[in-house]
T-cell receptor, first 111, second 113 residues
Framework: QKEVEQDPGPLSVPEGAIVSLNCTYS??????FMWYRQYSRKGPELLMY??SSGNKEDGRFTAQVDKSSKYISLFIRDSQPSDSATYLC???????????WGAGTKLIIKP | DADVTQTPRNRITKTGKRIMLECSQT?????MYWYRQDPGLGLRLIYY???????NKGEISDGYSVSRQAQAKFSLSLESAIPNQTALYFC????????????FGPGTRLLVL
């Protein structure tokens, strides 16, 4: 079993919909939880990160961490075609430790 | 200009050949990383370096070697390329203590025939 599981998709939704992307993990010691976005033929870029449990909001994006269930989510409100990309979750034990990555979910927003 | 650059962007080589992928950064970060990305497997860490004299193996270092020539330069070598090493390779940098924020280059697409 992989340490971090992520549905590869593709997930296709109409423009304006609320999108929910998820990852599950097995190591309860993870403390840092990240979401990276990767456009086609580009390197990943950090979208959001959360330390420990709770929610974090940034514009149309909300990251949620549920450590009791070992489950993290990224919500995108009012989705736009420009949100079409692959979203990768990543986790680490602390800020100076290597990141453990999910396989990424490909998201397609249809105009 | 891009903060993290990789050369070449695309490379086709034959089994058994030695090749080098290069990474340069202008962000002034001490930490540099090499990953490979395969469909369905996500990013896997090959090697990482916390400074010029500190180089560490990652999850999948077999068949690869690295050289940290300077703070700004980190090269990845495939000693004897095999088809299984066909993948997308990324270089990344980060700054202590914000290791969770990594800055990626544009990637190198490698095809080993």
């Amino acid at each position: 079993q992989k340490e971090v599981e992520q549905d590869p998709g593709p997930l296709s939704v109409p423009e304006g919909a609320i999108v929910s992307l998820n990852c599950t993990y097995s190591n309860s010691a993870f403390q840092y939880f990240m979401w990276y976005r990767q456009y086609s033929r580009k390197g990943p870029e950090l979208l959001m990160y959360t330390y420990s449990s709770g929610n974090k909001e940034d514009g149309r994006f909300t990251a949620q961490v549920d450590k009791s269930s070992k489950y993290i989510s990224l919500f995108i409100r009012d989705s736009q075609p420009s949100d079409s990309a692959t979203y990768l979750c990543a986790m680490s034990l602390d800020s100076n430790y290597q990141l453990i990555w999910g396989a990424g979910t490909k998201l397609i927003i249809k105009p | 200009d891009a903060d993290v650059t990789q050369t070449p962007r695309n490379r086709i080589t034959k089994t058994g050949k030695r090749i080098m992928l290069e990474c340069s950064q202008t962000k002034g970060h001490d930490r540099m990383y090499w990953y490979r990305q395969d469909p369905g497997l996500g990013l896997r860490l090959i090697y990482y370096s916390f400074d010029v004299k500190d180089i560490n193996k990652g999850e999948i270092s077999d068949g690869y070697s690295v050289s940290r020539q300077a703070q700004a330069k980190f090269s990845l070598s495939l000693e004897s390329a095999i088809p299984n090493q066909t993948a997308l390779y990324f270089c990344a940098t980060s700054e202590e203590p914000e290791g969770e924020t990594q800055y990626f280059g544009p990637g190198t697409r490698l095809l080993v025939l």
